[in-house]
């Protein structure tokens, strides 16, 4: 009779769900930080204490400059990406569908991309006005590049035997744009979504620290130079839970729009 | 509606795929196109259906089609080709969304090829959940809705397993003694083409070219599995193929 038990070798190498673990990250940094600077062994130069900045928060929330500041900034990032990611899908899909306007459009995008779109505030001043419309600009050209490359990166994945079978069943061209390449292309999209959102958050800042007087950029930007370590964090909090935010609404986007991959 | 296949040759670069092939599928008869791997019959069909165009040679049509005949050459692919984001029956809609049909009469279609093809409780469910043999079943269903006149079939049944098979074939001749099509089979499996055709081309190796074209006696819908004239005709086909499929496996691809 054989009498040795085979070794288990599988397993392993799959994401799996593990709630709870990164707010368990978080809370502990969090704590550890606190420790740190009540018992001195983080200097108060170095880093404020998370309870002051939850104060500062708090504050900022009780006297409304909290409203004052986001806003303004909600809004940029709103008309902005929207005027970004919906030029972005735009094209992607013109792209993705025509080769004249690949062979045209690849190149100038591969162009723009890599362009830091900070360094084109002072020429977006210029065109569009130093109020909102530089920032907006700004927001759009950073949020659509992305969006560009992630939709036709989508639209060429789309599986080409379901294009030969709408065509065998005598679709329309419309018909077989409509029905099936963007809805294959829309994980790819949203995919790119994500990126393109983060994107314009970090340019939303930018541009307002380069000159706006209300906006979380700002309210950094005037925090950093009063060296108030305290409000610089709570402007950076703030900023992180935007980010969390979008990211977390486009979950629940792929979520609603995305229930038939499973 | 009959289909005509003259002198088809075509290539890819350097290779050729076909090489001057002729076959006649008369109306209301299935033909079986049978040859080892690599050999061009994936090619053939796509020509026959107007997906791909030959170098040399025509495909020609005759006949006019049935009443109500949404598209005459309708297609069941080897990988099944279902939307993954609509239902059974919105994969069945799709087909006919184009045509400017009443809604009523959209919704009739849709309940008739759904209970001829057994999925009727199923109408709501996405390609995901289904088994393979639901799947190809969907894309028979999905088919049968534009009431076609030639039905070409690539290796409909080759990505599932035996028994499934088995009961789809079943299927297939049921719906074909219900409404005789006429049918291009493509398939590697002799059992299937003595089962489902009137009549077997055999290809050669690639470059495909028709060696013999064998006709099998007896309606579809009394051959069995295991019957003795059937396994010898089997046998004669697995004779043809035998060196065919070996010299065929033992060539590099881009050679
Ligand atoms: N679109 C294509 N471009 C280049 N080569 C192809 C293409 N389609 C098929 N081939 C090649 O042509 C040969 C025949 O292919 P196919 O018709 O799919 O064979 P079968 O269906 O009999 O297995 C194969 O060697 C295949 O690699
Ligand atoms: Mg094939």
Known sequence: MPDIRVPFRGGGFRPEARRGTGIAVFVLLLFLIEWGTRAGWISNLTLPRPSDVAATLADLARSG????????????????????VSAGIGIGVLIGLFSYIRAGLVPLV?????????????LFVIWFG??????????ALGTFTPTVVATYGAVDNVDRGLIRMGQSFGLGWWSIVRK??????????????RVSLAIGIILLVAAEMLGAQYGIGAYILQAGALYDLERLFAGVVILSCLGVLTSWAIGKIEKRLLVWRG | M????RGLTHRYGDMVVLDDVSLHIPAGEILCVVGPSGCGKSTLLRMLGGLEQPDWGEVLQGGTPPEGCLNPLTYVFQDFALLPWRSVAGNVSLVLE?????????RAIIEDVLARTRLSDFRDALPRQLSGGMKQRVAIARALAVNPAVMLLDEPLSALDAQTRELLMEDLVGLWERQPFTGVYVTHNLA??????????VLSRRPGRVREVIEVPGPLSERQTGDPELEAIQAHLWGLMRDEAMAADQELLDA
Not at chain 2, 98 to 106: E, K, M, S, W
């Open chain 1, 110 to 122: 591969a162009a723009i991309f890599p362009i830091p779109k900070i360094a084109l505030l002072p």
């Open chain 2, 2 to 5: 009959e289909l005509a296949v």
């Open chain 2, 98 to 106: 184009d045509h400017r049909l009443p809604g009523d009469r959209v």
């Open chain 1, 130 to 139: 130093i109020d909102e419309g530089s920032k907006y600009a700004l927001i």
């Open chain 1, 65 to 84: 400059a909290l409203w004052t500041h986001l806003l303004p900034s909600l809004s940029r990032l709103a008309v902005g990406s929207a005027l970004g």
């Open chain 2, 192 to 201: 299937e083409a003595v089962r489902l055709g009137h009549r077997i081309a």
């Open chain 1, 180 to 193: 099936i390449v963007l809805p294959g292309a829309l994980p790819g999209i949203l995919s790119g979504l």
